[in-house]
């Protein structure tokens, strides 16, 4: 590819658009980053979504290109496990792997996020921030964003990749374009965040290397820890139906005696259970299927905006991690910029298909089978 065709422009600047804008900075590309929200390392990083995420061993790989692993790694919390809490019995650990070598991270999405937009910007990348894209005219090269101030402004590309996430705009500009046939499966269950705060000592107040799931049937709650000495525990329950649900349990009131039946260790655990309760926002599950992930050599999706998915496998952002290493590569081994967004498609959306699915499948093995003693049976013999 010419010098002159090795510019792209990104938008969004989360997870996967600070990675990718890394990987392809990092090796002699010119890239723009576009992100609606403000600079994160300025004014505190405005989430959104999950608090935490765990980061499995797909998504260091991707972050081991980049040269950011140690950064991460430096805050992040070990989890050998699920340590569950039934409703009858004791509670207990059921580890990943035979040992310490095969585990999964807890990592703060800002912290994450913000050693990523740093390690971009290290690597040449420019960032643009509080540019929302708002629309793209193809056959002009025109993409036109919004800024925080209100005001409209233009700017020229070459190549866009759009890393905006769920309700990605740049998606919405390219349908015209070409046959996506979106497809939005919403999940009939959503979440709400908790917090476990530290002990009045500043420890943690449970196990702190474990994913914890308090597994309940058609509903469970999680909690991943912080290096804070926190936990972010999420309540995940059916919208509609029998109780419970979000629409029967509303009030902060409903809250405490949904906890008092069903989550009665968790619950002198989670100290502010009633203000968050009704504080915080309950958020969407979807997952989100397309025939086609590019427009010829000028756009191209990736992370949630080509594949989101239900967060039950934990693999959203290390599938979307996985994208970006495989972009870069094809970028750099086709002539063409059409040939490579292609060929990225042909290679990752069987394998993001694949892990839809096991998101979606393994919803109901947390919330119904982990604590279940002929499952564990069988699993301990598949593991022996
Ligand atoms: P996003 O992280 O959504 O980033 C998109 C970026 O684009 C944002 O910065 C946004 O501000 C910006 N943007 C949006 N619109 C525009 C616009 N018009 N113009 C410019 N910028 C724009 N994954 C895991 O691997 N492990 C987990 O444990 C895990 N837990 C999860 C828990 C929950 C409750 C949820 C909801 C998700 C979880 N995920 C997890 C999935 C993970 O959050 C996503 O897969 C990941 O964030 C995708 O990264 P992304 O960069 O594609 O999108």
């Known amino acids: 590819m010419s010098m002159s065709a090795r510019h792209i422009t990104i938008i969004g600047g989360g997870l996967a658009g600070a990675l990718l804008a890394t990987l392809l900075a990092q090796r002699g590309w010119a890239v723009d980053v576009y992100e609606k929200r403000g600079d994160p390392r300025v004014h505190g990083y405005a989430g959104g979504r999950s608090i935490n995420l765990a980061l499995a061993e797909r998504g260091r790989h991707a972050l081991r290109q980049a040269n950011v692993d140690d950064a991460v790694m430096a805050k992040a919390v070990m989890m050998r496990g699920r340590f569950v809490h039934p409703l009858h019995g004791e509670p207990g650990l059921q580890r990943y792997g035979r040992d310490d070598s095969e585990v999964i991270w807890s990592v703060s999405r800002g912290e994450l996020n913000i050693a990523l937009l740093d390690a971009a910007q290290a690597a040449g990348a420019r960032l643009h921030f509080d540019h929302g894209l708002e629309r793209v005219d193809f056959d002009a090269g025109l993409a036109h964003f919004r800024q925080a101030d209100g005001v409209g402004t233009a700017r020229p590309f070459h190549a866009l990749v759009g890393a905006d996430g769920a309700g990605s705009a740049l998606r919405g500009q390219m349908a015209p374009h070409v046959a996506l046939n979106e497809r939005t499966e919403w999940l009939d269950h959503g979440y709400k965040e908790l917090e476990i705060p530290p002990t009045a000592d500043g420890d943690f107040r449970i196990e702190p290397n474990a994913l914890h799931i308090w597994p309940r049937g058609h509903y469970m709650c999680i909690a991943l820890p912080n290096d804070e000495r926190t936990f972010t525990v999420t309540l ?66 990736i992370g949630d905006a080509a594949h989101a998915m239900v967060p039950f496998h934990g693999q959203g952002m290390n599938c979307a991690f996985e994208d970006c290493v495989a972009l870069a590569n094809h970028l750099g081994g086709q002539d063409s910029l059409e040939d490579a967004f292609a060929a990225f498609e042909a290679q990752r959306k069987p394998d993001a298909e694949a892990i839809q699915q096991m998101a979606l499948e393994n919803y109901i093995e947390m919330r119904d089978k982990v604590d279940d003693s002929a499952f564990l049976l069988q699993r301990q013999l598949e593991l022996a």
Request: charged share 25%.
């Open 236 to 301: 995940f329950m059916p919208h509609g139906g029998e109780y419970p649900c979000f629409e029967l349990v509303k009030t902060a009131d409903q809250a405490q005696a949904l906890f008092e039946r069903d989550f009665a260790d968790a619950l002198p655990l989670i100290p502010n259970l009633r203000r968050d309760y009704e504080a915080n926002p309950t958020g969407m599950l979807a997952t989100l299927y397309l025939d086609r992930w590019h427009l010829d050599g000028r756009a191209v999706l």
